[in-house]
């Protein structure tokens, strides 16, 4: 990689631009007399954009360097540093209602923010735009049934009385969340198994390559640049990292992460007090997006090549990987550091869970949509936004 390449990139416009809010947050968290908790709110929300697209970055160029199979394992082994940092610090400081609030909103912007503004871009562009129903309706199939494995303990808690057991609730919850996780991270770990084995024999070798990759790293944000090459040359300049830069940015943009993330969690009370904003607001909604930018602009850029077969399974992929991975591995873990965390979430996020995969099953069961279709996704996604900014909880 030249000097004369990076100042080329570093001069187009993009989201690298966002980077001067990292030493403005540490600026903020840093001196005293500077510091407002509120302002280093959002320039630590603005940096972890920048951050997670430097991780996905350096996942994608060091998978590149190893080939299809391990490439894609790669990838689904760091592609959601940014969800399970976050998700840790969380869970560290006792912050388990933020920790789900920001699980729910992960799973909800990839179905409808990611999927819903792709079909309006296709749709608008190409009027009613078809897709392979069959790869649709396995990735609906399976991110029914993980919606429906994470929402069980919450029906379960709601529907038995336990004032008559010896028993309390709260301990059987949190059996069955550990016990739930670990066969959800077996249905993960399948998942990868089965789509690794698909594609590689395929008949297109370059497709499946880049069809594993939508699978295994859709959090990724450099998608949006990986994915244009197979369908649209691009005139922009490429950046070829080395394995050593790949792991030098992949470490730093880690520990930027963890202190972007320790910021954030740090300054939720100060947002809800001084701005209003609830908690399940902050974390579905804010944080939710934040987590997701990759994917969605991913989703978008391939929807505009008329590519929306890939969009939905870079949405819908997406949120099957948070609720089969994410999740399952951050409630053991937090049964690990002593500060359990369990499945069971509020009526609001049941109902915005259950809602989101019942719109996204609806509109991918015959294989054809238009741009309406994406604007009520998006709609859909508002009203969720408006109940969780009211949420009393």
Known sequence: MQLQEVKQVLSQPSINWLAIFLPIS???AYLPGLRNEIFLFFTSCLGMVVVAYWLGNATEQLADKVGCTWGG??????????ELIFGLIAVAKGLG??????WTGAIISNMLVAVGAAIMVGGYRFGTVTFPLDRAKDAAAGLMIAAVAILMPSVYAHAVDFSSENVSAADVIKNVSVWLSVFLLMAYGGSIIYTLARFRYSEPALQ????VGAFVHSESAPQAKNLAEVFVPEEDVEMSWDVPLSIGVLAASSVLMAFLSNFVADCVDSVTTGLGWTEMFVGAIVIGIIGNVGAIMSAVLVAYKNKLDL???????????VALLVIPTLIIASSVVGK????????????ALIGSVLIMTQISQDGRCNWLN????????????????????
């Open 73 to 82: 394992m790669m990838n689904a082994a760091f592609s959601n540093l940014p």
């Open 97 to 102: 209602p933020l920790a789900k609030a920001a």
């Open 374 to 393: 994406g604007l009520q996704m998006l709609i859909f996604f508002g009203v969720i936004s408006v109940l969780f900014f009211y949420d009393p909880t």
């Open 208 to 211: 499946a390559k880049n069809l």
């Open 340 to 351: 359990p965390v369990d499945f069971l979430f509020s009526p609001p996020q049941i109902a």
């Open 311 to 321: 969009s939905f399974e870079i949405g819908m992929n997406a949120a099957s990987q």
């Open 26 to 28: 540490l600026v903020i």
